[in-house]
């Protein structure tokens, strides 16, 4: 005897927007940067890795020195720690994004795939006059269709 298929609970648009957005209030932060600021903030948040090795080694070992800069030593180490974990919640946002655009490009490729081959079904159909309906379609569909033409 084959066994069943197993039932998944998909998950609907409006429910993964809800998910969505009840995780983006809780997330420390979270506020998206303008233009603006990405320009004046970028160069600083990609300073050489070594060399922000090496000034972190200079923070932590130097707590009194480190007083100037930063009021807590530990907090530095903090951001850091922050840093590296939450660079690994934005990887898995980004394989996420990507899995769904892949699943709606494979939606658009399926659409496109039904409509090219309801055009060239249609174009035969036009022949017959029992069809005759489908001419004002396919004499749109005609003028609309880049697929397979230059143009110029």
């Known amino acids: 005897m084959a066994e069943s ?3 998944v609970d998909w998950i609907t ?8 957005r009840r995780l983006r209030a809780r997330i420390p932060q ?7 600021e990405h320009r004046r903030m970028v160069r600083v948040a990609h ?3 070594e060399f922000v090795k090496v000034g972190m080694g200079a923070i932590n070992a130097n707590p009194d020195a480190a007083a100037v800069v930063i009021d807590d030593r530990e907090h530095a180490a903090g951001i850091q720690n922050a840093l590296l974990r939450w660079t690994l ?3 898995e946002f980004e394989a996420m994004t990507a899995g769904v655009a892949g699943a709606n490009l494979r939606r658009r490729h399926r659409i496109g795939q039904l409509v090219l081959i309801a055009y060239a079904a249609f174009r035969t159909m036009i022949r017959q006059p029992e069809w005759n309906h489908l001419i004002p379609w396919v004499e749109r569909m005609r003028e609309t269709n880049g697929f397979g033409h230059r143009r110029g």
């Open 89 to 91: 919640a934005q990887r």
């Open 47 to 49: 300073l050489d890795p």
């Open 13 to 20: 648009p409006e429910e993964l927007i809800d998910e969505l």
């Open 5 to 7: 298929p197993e039932v």
């Open 30 to 36: 979270f506020e998206p940067v303008t233009s603006d």
